[in-house]
């Protein structure tokens, strides 16, 4: 049982870290594992854990917050000599109380159905099955988005609570590089990021962050919303412009998948079946500072320094901190 596991030490990586996570995502996942080329963005995006046996590190998994108020876990690698041992129940335990304490209500994660140790470690720590989908992509088209931002408004909301694609996909749609249910509280939060666009007669979701850590540059992750899953995988590649890539997990099954092969989608090797898992977190009575992201960090200190020169109106103060400044106004 995991809970008579040996407990692994975890701490935050930062940039120093690079090195060794590239050697762990090597010795984990093989030479060419996706992950090596996003460490840097994830490292700075998001938290990325890691588990240690002495100064060595062993395991590592990203933790990513949504826009829903749930986080995503991803990149989880153990390495070899160290499988079986807990430390992968290590790190999501670690991600359980981050979330708490940061009061995200659900952890989500994928893993390819094929993935025998990833299915069995997410099942052994509290992780239920939610919905299956299938990794495509396709080249885009020549053209450019011609079509504005779908508004929120009741409309809206009943064309996608009564959407038979959604409703295979479990009402979950792809999203950046995490999974969104779409209730009409997250109807609202999508329409609002302007996510939401009509394309081939139906509705798609196109996330629109290009700070998204997973999102390499030049392709577009999108979701089938409501309509004919057909006409919109028709559609899409005319429509999104100078982007060079569709990428998209569609929900499993024939009907969709054999519209997505027809419209010039093909399927990833890894990706025919991507179970997609869900765990609930208890969420606290307690509310604890947020951790923020290095890269937030340092948008802050900007700011910072920005709005103190602002305060400061010309009368050139130079570089003071912002303690200096808010003991000695
Ligand atoms: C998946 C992976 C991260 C699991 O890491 P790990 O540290 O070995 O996992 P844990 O020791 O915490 O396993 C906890 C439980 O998960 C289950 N489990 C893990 N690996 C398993 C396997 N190969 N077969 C069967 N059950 C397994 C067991 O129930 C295990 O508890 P037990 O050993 O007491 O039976 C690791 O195998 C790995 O790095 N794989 C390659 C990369 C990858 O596939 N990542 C996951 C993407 S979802």
Redesign the pocket.
Known sequence: ??S??EMWDVRRASLHDRDALKELCRA??GEDDYVIERLESMILHGVMDVALDGGRIV?MMHYSEGIDGSAWLAA?????A?????????L?QNAVGLARRSRVHALR????AS???????????GFHEVARFTRVKRATSKGALRTAALAFDADLVREITDSKVLRIGNGYVPYGHYFVPLTPANVHLLANARAFFRVGGGIAVVSADSEDPATVEGVVEFGLVAGDPSGILRALPGTVGQLKELKSFLPFDRVVLGAAHRAGFEVEAWGRKVVLYERPVEVGPTTYRKRRTYAEIAAGKREGYAALALLAGGQGHGHTGPHEDRWNP
Request: hydrophobic share 50%; charged share 15%.
């Open positions: 049982m995991a008579m596991k984990a996942a395991g989880a690698r153990t390495h070899p160290y499988r079986r041992r807990g430390v992968a129940a290590s999501i994660l994928v893993s390819a993935n025998a140790a990833g299915t069995a470690s997410v099942l052994a720590n």
